[in-house]
């Protein structure tokens, strides 16, 4: 019995052992992690979601549709994020573009998200 468990494909303990399940090796590459977000208007605010998928969490950056500069506007570590920014000009609705970046202990790292944008009326 000893002998076995030295073994390349034996084993070890836990649920592999017991069940006999063995999860598929998960690989995380920091340089082509690429976040997705989601938008969506719930009241009064835009609620970003999204899904860390290996990074501790989201920097999430906005600015208004034909506007160069990104703002960050937070950090997220649990999706939703929402953006509860008033309106550039009251009563006039605007276009508003996000976009994020994974997050490892406070260094951001990978691939900027897709842009996605929403118009947003207050």
């Not at 994020?81 to 997050?103: C, I, K, S, W």
């Amino acid at each position: 019995m000893r002998n076995w468990k030295t073994l390349p494909g034996f084993a070890s303990s836990g649920s592999e052992a017991v069940l006999q399940l063995k999860g598929a090796e998960v690989s995380f590459d920091l340089n082509s992690y690429k976040p997705v977000l989601k938008l969506s208007q719930e009241a009064g605010r835009i609620k970003v979601e999204f899904a860390k998928k290996g990074v501790d969490g989201l920097a999430i950056y906005s600015r208004l549709r034909g506007t160069a500069a990104w703002h960050k506007i937070g950090p997220d570590t649990a999706s939703p994020y929402f953006d509860t920014g008033a309106l550039a000009q009251p009563g006039v609705p605007e276009v508003r573009e996000y976009m994020a970046r994974g997050f490892i202990q406070d260094e951001e790292l990978g691939l900027d998200s897709d842009v996605a944008s929403i118009t947003f009326a207050g």
